[in-house]
């Protein structure tokens, strides 16, 4: 695949990842996607969906990567950013490899408790949320600065406060809290980041690399 069709990956990933919990949230029985994550897909006998879903936009993200340290070559983020977009995508699939425990979704036939898979999941899962944050700032330096930094911020404070409105869901403090809600916007505005500088990528001339140093909103 050539460098500049490969950069498509960086729109095909997040929009992938986004349809398909957009809907299985929408229609999964028994299911809040306003108080579960979006991980909890997984479960239950339709969970194969999600965790197909983990496996192709996580692979898509990863070659994503791959693009963007072809397209961006020298320069401002050059290194460190196509390493956390790769980063990020792997984690992606590793978060659908080990499945995560029920939490407030526990579908018939899936026991609670903890399992070996469901610690292994909660350590992957922030590390796609840190490194698509960091990434976002990363890549500031390159693009609309401004842009970058409110990226960052919004990934983080979302999903900082998502995994405390989750506990205290869990002990009883404010049940349903509005955790997946607050989950799903982390995800929409880091991955609408990295879609969005793939686009930019796309757009320069004849899939030419994007100059060093940053760009203008305007370029």
């Not at 029985?29 to 991980?39: L, V």
């Not at 496996?55 to 990567?65: D, F, Q, R």
């Not at 526990?106 to 796609?128: C, E, K, Q, Y």
């Not at 405390?164 to 989950?183: E, I, K, R, T």
Request: contains cysteine; aromatic residues 10%.
């Amino acid at each position: 695949m050539a460098p500049r069709a490969l950069l498509w990956t960086g729109i095909a990933g997040p929009a992938l990842f986004t349809l398909v919990w957009l809907v299985e949230g929408a229609i999964r029985p028994g299911y809040d996607p306003m108080r579960s994550w979006i991980s909890e897909l997984a479960l239950s006998d339709r969970g194969w969906i999600q965790i197909a879903n983990f496996l192709v936009s996580g692979l898509l993200l990863a070659l994503y990567g791959l693009a963007l340290r072809r397209a961006l070559r020298d320069g401002p983020g050059a290194v460190w950013g196509p390493r956390l977009v790769t980063a990020a995508g792997t984690a992606l699939v590793l978060a659908g490899v080990f499945v995560i425990d029920p939490g407030t979704y526990v579908p018939a036939g899936v026991p609670a408790g903890t399992t070996w898979h469901g610690i292994l999941h909660d350590v992957f899962g922030p590390i796609v949320f840190g490194c698509v944050a960091i990434a976002a700032v990363v890549l500031s330096r390159r693009f609309t600065p401004w842009i970058g930094w409110t990226v960052a911020t919004a990934v983080i404070t979302l999903w900082t406060t998502a995994g405390v409105l989750n506990g205290m869901d869990h002990a009883g403090v404010w049940s349903p809290a509005p955790a997946g809600l607050l989950q799903r916007l982390s995800v929409l505005v880091g991955f609408a980041y990295l879609a969005w500088v793939a686009r930019r990528l796309l757009s320069t001339a004849a899939g030419r690399p994007a100059r060093a140093g940053r760009e203008s909103a305007a370029s």
